[in-house]
């Protein structure tokens, strides 16, 4: 079928975008945290659980509602997340406890999340069979940069509006951004290929993947390889995202420098996704997956060492192999098993991500150097050390047969 005779794939990818950098806009929670512990004289941690109750059903809601994308399509499941994450984040707004942050910023917005951003990807990797890399790195790069687009738009409603208030214009201006975006996702048309391309043919003669259903999935020994490397991998980026700024501080930066750590972070992590989908179409996922977990080892077992300016350096490299893997897992995903059930079977490759969310942050407190303000090596090591075992499991990886 030619390309000509349906919508213009460009769309598809225009809708994501609006999307993901709406979604992405979850990453702002430290411009939260200290307007909520001041008005409310919660403690940090009780108020730090909000982000991580955020990110666990964010990755449970991808499992949810991939499935129903894969079953349904990505339009109505899409909007629906703009709905849960705009009436979550209003009902914030009328917060008293932190029960109810927990309930309606945690839960009803961290499903929304997941709702909305299982479907750019699923249906962006159908309408680019031949730029897989490249488009699912520019949809997750969207996530990471909603960050820099809403950090001083959040800040300038606290100053003005007060932080309650706040999380009710967000709601109404997320909530809008990912319905329109929902608009323009469609899947293609069965047996759609763009003009000029022609499926790969694989070593048994077949063209494409094959469609893998998530039972058969489970199956295969790559999904436990993917599965576990991913997870090592989104820990180390996690334990340095969420402790960039005490990172730098520790390393010698100012109270100011520190602070910048994590704006320089989250542009690495969006150029990662980017650039290194793009450079796995070129070179090949596992290969470039390789490149990115030695870069990512290397950096976290040498990160104790950087001081001064050098520290921004490191914590960004570490920032920039995270959004590769955030860009290439979905497209391994789709190169192993198929588009077909890509909606669930991503889902369960992303459950990675979410436990990793707990257990990089969770590794970095539970080996705190004792004495205040210095930095242990050992979460580091370990957590390097980690992303080593990742490379050996990606260098054994092999596209499955299907039975």
Same mark, same amino acid.
């Given at each position: 079928?030619?390309?000509?005779?349906?919508?213009?794939?460009?769309?598809?990818?225009?809708?994501?975008?609006?999307?993901?950098?709406?979604?992405?806009?979850?990453?702002?929670?430290?411009?939260?945290?200290?307007?909520?512990?001041?008005?409310?004289?919660?403690?940090? &941690?009780?108020?730090?659980?909000?982000?991580?109750?955020?990110?666990?059903? $964010? /990755?449970?809601?991808? %499992? *949810? !509602? +991939?499935?129903?994308?894969?079953?349904?399509?990505?339009?109505?499941?899409?909007?629906?997340?703009?709905?849960?994450?705009?009436?979550?984040?209003?009902?914030?707004?009328?917060?008293?406890?932190?029960?109810?942050?927990?309930?309606?910023?945690?839960?009803?917005?961290?499903?929304?999340?997941?709702?909305?951003?299982?479907?750019?990807?699923?249906?962006?990797?159908?309408?680019?069979?031949?730029?897989?890399?490249?488009?699912?790195?520019?949809?997750?790069?969207?996530?990471?940069?909603?960050?820099?687009?809403?950090?001083?738009? &959040?800040?300038?409603?606290?100053?003005?509006?007060?932080?309650?208030?706040? $999380? /009710?214009?967000?709601? %109404? *201006? !997320? +909530?809008?951004?990912?319905?329109?975006?929902?608009?323009?996702?469609?899947?293609?048309?069965?047996?759609?290929?763009?003009?000029?391309?022609?499926?790969?043919?694989?070593?048994?003669?077949?063209?494409?993947?094959?469609?893998?259903?998530?039972?058969?999935?489970?199956?295969?020994?790559?999904?436990?390889?993917?599965?576990?490397?991913?997870?090592?991998?989104?820990?180390?980026?996690?334990?340095?995202?969420?402790?960039?700024?005490?990172?730098?501080?520790?390393?010698?930066?100012?109270?100011?420098?520190?602070?910048?750590?994590?704006?320089?972070?989250?542009?690495?992590?969006?150029?990662?996704?980017?650039?290194?989908?793009?450079?796995?179409?070129?070179? +090949?996922?596992?290969?470039?997956?390789?490149?990115?977990?030695?870069?990512?080892?290397?950096?976290?077992?040498?990160?104790?060492?950087?001081?001064?300016?050098?520290?921004?350096?490191?914590?960004?490299?570490?920032?920039?192999?995270?959004?590769?893997?955030?860009?290439?897992?979905?497209?391994?995903?789709?190169?192993?098993?198929?588009?077909?059930?890509?909606?669930?079977?991503?889902?369960?490759?992303?459950?990675?991500?979410?436990?990793?969310?707990?257990?990089?942050?969770?590794?970095?407190?539970?080996?705190?150097?004792?004495?205040?303000?210095?930095?242990?090596?050992?979460?580091?090591?370990?957590?390097?050390?980690?992303?080593?075992?990742?490379?050996?499991?990606?260098?054994?990886?092999?596209?499955?047969?299907?039975?």
């Amino acid at each position: 079928m030619s390309e000509e005779k349906v919508m213009n794939r460009w769309l598809v990818v225009v809708g994501a975008l609006l999307i993901q950098i709406a979604l992405g806009a979850v990453y702002i929670w430290s411009v939260f945290k200290a307007p909520l512990m001041a008005k409310f004289h919660w403690e940090p &941690a009780a108020t730090n659980l909000t982000f991580s109750i955020i990110i666990l059903l $964010f /990755a449970i809601g991808v %499992v *949810i !509602f +991939g499935k129903i994308q894969d079953k349904i399509g990505p339009r109505w499941v899409a909007t629906t997340g703009g709905i849960l994450l705009g009436v979550g984040l209003l009902l914030a707004s009328m917060t008293t406890t932190i029960g109810w942050l927990y309930i309606t910023f945690g839960v009803i917005g961290g499903l929304g999340i997941g709702a909305g951003y299982v479907c750019p990807l699923a249906t962006c990797v159908k309408w680019f069979p031949d730029k897989k890399g490249l488009i699912t790195g520019l949809a997750v790069a969207g996530f990471g940069g909603g960050a820099l687009v809403f950090t001083p738009v &959040a800040k300038s409603l606290i100053a003005s509006k007060g932080v309650l208030d706040t $999380f /009710a214009y967000l709601g %109404v *201006i !997320f +909530g809008i951004c990912v319905i329109i975006g929902a608009q323009l996702l469609k899947n293609p048309p069965p047996g759609y290929k763009p003009a000029g391309w022609e499926p790969p043919v694989q070593a048994t003669g077949k063209t494409g993947a094959a469609d893998f259903s998530t039972g058969d999935m489970f199956k295969t020994a790559q999904f436990y390889f993917m599965w576990i490397s991913y997870l090592f991998g989104s820990a180390a980026g996690l334990m340095i995202i969420s402790n960039a700024l005490p990172i730098a501080q520790a390393q010698g930066l100012s109270e100011a420098l520190a602070a910048s750590a994590v704006m320089t972070v989250s542009v690495f992590n969006a150029a990662g996704r980017l650039i290194w989908g793009t450079v796995s179409d070129k070179v +090949g996922r596992t290969k470039t997956l390789m490149i990115i977990f030695a870069l990512c080892g290397i950096t976290m077992i040498g990160l104790k060492a950087l001081t001064g300016t050098s520290i921004l350096l490191g914590v960004s490299l570490v920032g920039f192999c995270f959004g590769g893997f955030l860009a290439l897992y979905p497209s391994l995903t789709a190169d192993y098993y198929g588009t077909k059930f890509l909606g669930t079977n991503y889902g369960m490759m992303f459950m990675a991500y979410g436990i990793a969310a707990i257990l990089g942050p969770m590794l970095y407190d539970l080996m705190k150097s004792p004495a205040a303000g210095q930095l242990s090596a050992t979460p580091l090591i370990i957590s390097g050390v980690l992303c080593f075992v990742s490379l050996a499991l990606v260098l054994i990886l092999k596209p499955p047969a299907k039975a």
